[in-house]
Every structure is written in structure tokens, then in C-alpha cells.
């Protein structure tokens, strides 16, 4: 569920940074560095590795879907993020996500995305934190991300530095002028700094409700596909989090067919999981099988996770309250509505 946004009455342009498309050329360099530094700490890299892979699944968007989808968790482990995962948009255009390893990259525009081995620490942690490049444009698509707490934002930026460069060379993203003109009009948020959220830490190894709320909605970024998400005038939640999407994706194998991500939250009548036991719900993330295999959820990744990261986040899910909304069947004929009655 991709989208993006600009101002109203700010010119749009096809410039590129980074294999990000700047529909405007709103000037955003005085958002500010954020404070950290990558670190040679063996357990912060060890952390980071972990939080890339698997909580924030960096990886289902950074590298092509075909090296994901239906690979063990050791072949998913080990792939590298060079880019070229492509969002066919229709009239709008097609998204292609950058190689991020340290492939070094020039520091001019426009060019191809082929690394960020010559950015800095600020620069890397300013887009992972305010989706914002190293020009001060916005980064398109990268804002939806979660929040996350900056000693996180420490251990994932330590983490990419150990990579080893892949000089993969991703063709640039584009969007057509229409696209440009639909961008304008109805998802203003995305080309601005991504909102910061307030989110309260709890640490890694720590089983809570309090660990469960911070993953889900932080670095895992749960809340921003189970919940309706308005994309205008900014980025935020409207109406219940966890609730379900409202946006269903069609199944690119069947374009009959659509998915939506379901209700999360405990309602005896539509929560998708309430009838799960904890123990269901680890395993079913254990397994890492796609019943729809172009499914958006990463649950490649998402199998990477600790038993303990997944037990916070079941339980955080079941502190929540009930909301009585039905999203239908997560995968269903295109154009499902429920039944009036």
C-alpha cells in the first residue's frame, strides 16, 4: 500500500535522489542529523543485523522479490540489499527501491541508485529517521516507516556499514505526469519528513506488553498496514489502530483476486486472531509459508524474529481494545463488500 504526497501548488519534477523520485523540490536540509554514530560493538551490530533482517524487514523492499519470497530463513538471512524491488503503479509509474550496501556513489544529481558507501552516519540515519536525503529533499515512500528509538537507529546504521559493497546499478524510479498530478491531489504525506510519533523504548530480550507495543508500532511497523492510514494532508492513523487495511493490493498472480491485512485487535466477531493461542501465533510465524505467494505481509522476514519479540507482540495485541470492524476475508475476489446484513 504505497502512496505519496506533495503540497498543493508546488511544482513537480521527474528529478531523482538516490532511487527516490523528489516530486517537489521542497528544500528540507534543515531537518536535523540525528545524534549517532555507527559503532564496531560486536552486540550493536549483532542487533542491527537482527533489527534489518527481521523486525524492520529492510530486505522485502531493498532486494528483488524473487531472492525473498519462498527462501529459507538462512537464504533470507543473507541478502544482501541491492535494490530492485519494482511497484508497478499504474498511471502513476513504477517504484524501484535503491541499493543500500556500501557501493560507493557520487555525490551529484540526477544518477543512478548504486550505493551509500559515500554517505555519513548523519546522512543514513536522517533518511532511516526523517525520510529525507542527503540533497534535504524527501525521500518518497520511505516516511510510512516506522518510528524507532535512536539506539536502534545506532545498531541498524552500525550493521549496514559491516556489508560488503554490491555494485548493483538500479534503474531510476519514474512517475508520469499524471501520476505527478495524482500525487498532488490526493497523498499529500509522503514527500515530506516522515512524522515522528512519540514511541516508548522497551529493550530487546525484554518478553512485555510494553516490548510488544514498541515493536508493533515501531520497527516492525505493524500499525501502518493493519490500520486505515490517511495519506492527506499528512501521514496518520485515522479511526482505530490495528483495525485492519482499507486498501486492498491486488494479487499480482491473479489479478481476480485481492488481499487486505485484517483486524488485529482482540473483537470476538472479526479479530483475525483471537482465536489463536500465543503459542499458534508463534508458530505461525516460525513457519514462514505464504499461503498467496505475492502476499505484501513479510512474513519471510518476519520469521527471523525471536520467540520473545513475537510473544510481546501477541500479548500487546491482545491488551488492545475489541473494535467491532469487519475487513472480510484477508484474500478474497476483487471488489469484495460484506454482506449488508
Known amino acids: 500500500m504505497l502512496a505519496a504526497t506533495l503540497m498543493a501548488g508546488l511544482a513537480a519534477c521527474n528529478d531523482e535522489a538516490d532511487g527516490n523520485v523528489a516530486l517537489a523540490r521542497n528544500d528540507f536540509s534543515a ?52 535494490g530492485g524491488h519494482e511497484w508497478e503503479m499504474g498511471s502513476i509509474g513504477t517504484i524501484r527501491s535503491p541499493n543500500i550496501t556500501p557501493n560507493p556513489a557520487p555525490n551529484v544529481m540526477p544518477f543512478p541508485s548504486i550505493g551509500i558507501g559515500s554517505w555519513t552516519d548523519g546522512e543514513i540515519a536522517r533518511a532511516i529517521k526523517y525520510a529525507v536525503d542527503r540533497q534535504g529533499h524527501a525521500l518518497i515512500f520511505m516516511n510510512g516507516l516506522g518510528n524507532m528509538d535512536d539506539r536502534d537507529l545506532t545498531a541498524i546504521l552500525s550493521y549496514l556499514r559491516t556489508l560488503p559493497p554490491r555494485p548493483n546499478t538500479v534503474a531510476r524510479t519514474r512517475i508520469t505526469d499524471e501520476g505527478q498530478r495524482i500525487l498532488a491531489r490526493e497523498m499529500p504525506g509522503f514527500v515530506q519528513p516522515k512524522p515522528q510519533n512519540p514511541i516508548a523504548y522497551a529493550p530487546a530480550g525484554e518478553l512485555s506488553i510494553r516490548r510488544g507495543a514498541y515493536l508493533a508500532n515501531g520497527p516492525a511497523r505493524c500499525v501502518h498496514c493493519h490500520s486505515s492510514v490517511a495519506v492527506a494532508p499528512k501521514i496518520a492513523l485515522e479511526g482505530p489502530a490495528f483495525a485492519g487495511g482499507l486498501w486492498p493490493e491486488i494479487d499480482r498472480d491473479d489479478p481476480a483476486m485481492e488481499m487486505v491485512p485484517p483486524n488485529l485487535t482482540p473483537s470476538v466477531r472479526f479479530g483475525a486472531i483471537t482465536g489463536w493461542t500465543e503459542d499458534a ?53 476483487k471488489g469484495w463488500t460484506a454482506n449488508p446484513s
Open 31 to 82: 531537518t536535523p542529523y540525528p545524534a549517532v554514530h555507527a559503532s564496531t560493538d560486536p552486540a550493536v551490530v549483532a542487533r542491527g543485523r537482527y533489527l534489518f533482517t527481521a523486525v524492520a524487514h529492510c530486505a522485502a523492499c531493498h532486494a528483488p522479490e524473487a531472492s525473498l519470497a519462498e527462501k529459507s530463513p538462512q537464504e533470507v538471512a543473507a541478502t544482501d540489499p541491492v
Open 281 to 333: 501465533f508463534v508458530q505461525r510465524f516460525k513457519s514462514g509459508g505464504r499461503t498467496v505467494r505475492l502476499s505484501t505481509m513479510p512474513w519471510d522476514n518476519f520469521q527471523l524474529m525471536t520467540d520473545s519479540d513475537l510473544r510481546s507482540i501477541y500479548r500487546y495485541l491482545r491488551s488492545l481494545k475489541p473494535v467491532e470492524r469487519n475487513t472480510g476475508p484477508s484474500y478474497r475476489p
